[in-house]
T-cell receptor
Framework: AQTVTQSQPEMSVQEAETVTLSCTYDTSESDYYLFWYKQPPSRQMILVIR??????QNATENRFSVNFQKAAKSFSLKISDSQLGDAAMYFC?????????????FGEGTQLTVNP | EPEVTQTPSHQVTQMGQEVILRCVPISNHLYFYWYRQILGQKVEFLVSFYNNEISEKSEIFDDQFSVERPDGSNFTLKIRSTKLEDSAMYFC??????????????FGSGTRLTVV
């Protein structure tokens, strides 16, 4: 079974600075997807960024980028120019690409605080 | 942008009562899911549903849970006899448009279930 580990329960960053959230995963599959979700206090799950395992290029969405190291099974999220609105719980998630409709497996989450 | 709609947003129920949580997935999606998040914990997969039947379920999804797509638009989760430990946020999600793009999940905003 696949597992996802986020080793940082809490992180903090100063507004306008850069922060990196860590995620590692374990799988024997070669075809899969990785995601970062943001969960603000409203508890809605908001997709931040996704990465297909077959793509070597790291995904980027505006101020959010990932460092995908397939051999190391590492998938970190970098937030540049942090804003107060970035404060939230962030979850890393894995999904198999070998079957359609597969489940998402989530990590434990990292609570990000942005200090003004 | 298409949304997954969940109702109610918050439900309080007595222990032992039956509850039905409702979801309207995105209309052209083919796969439907329920996830659960106990307060302060990670998001956990409950069940996936495709072609009017369960395609996968977790160990959490025992006999007290059931899912149904009664009318072609709604997707429901029924908990037959609620327990205190069922108190959680329940998320519905859908994926898999007819273009074959199945890696994009869309989550609803959740139903907060409180069992007293």
């Amino acid at each position: 079974a696949q597992t996802v580990t986020q080793s940082q329960p809490e992180m903090s960053v100063q507004e306008a600075e850069t922060v990196t959230l860590s995620c590692t995963y374990d799988t024997s599959e070669s075809d899969y997807y990785l995601f970062w979700y943001k969960q603000p206090p409203s508890r809605q799950m908001i997709l931040v960024i996704r990465q297909e395992a077959y793509k070597q290029q790291n995904a980027t969405e505006n101020r959010f980028s990932v460092n995908f190291q397939k051999a190391a099974k590492s998938f970190s999220l970098k937030i540049s120019d942090s804003q107060l609105g970035d404060a939230a719980m962030y979850f890393c998630a894995y999904r198999s690409g070998e079957t359609s409709g597969s489940r998402l497996t989530f990590g434990e989450g990292t609570q990000l605080t942005v200090n003004p | 942008e298409p949304e997954v709609t969940q109702t109610p947003s918050h439900q309080v129920t007595q222990m032992g009562q039956e509850v039905i949580l409702r979801c309207v997935p995105i209309s052209n999606h083919l796969y439907f899911y329920w996830y659960r998040q106990i307060l302060g914990q990670k998001v956990e997969f409950l069940v996936s549903f495709y072609n009017n039947e369960i395609s996968e379920k977790s160990e959490i999804f025992d006999d007290q849970f059931s899912v149904e797509r009664p009318d072609g638009s709604n997707f429901t989760l029924k908990i037959r006899s609620t327990k205190l430990e069922d108190s959680a946020m329940y998320f519905c999600a859908s994926s898999g448009g007819q273009t074959g793009d199945d890696y994009g999940y869309t989550f609803g905003s959740g139903t907060r279930l409180t069992v007293v």
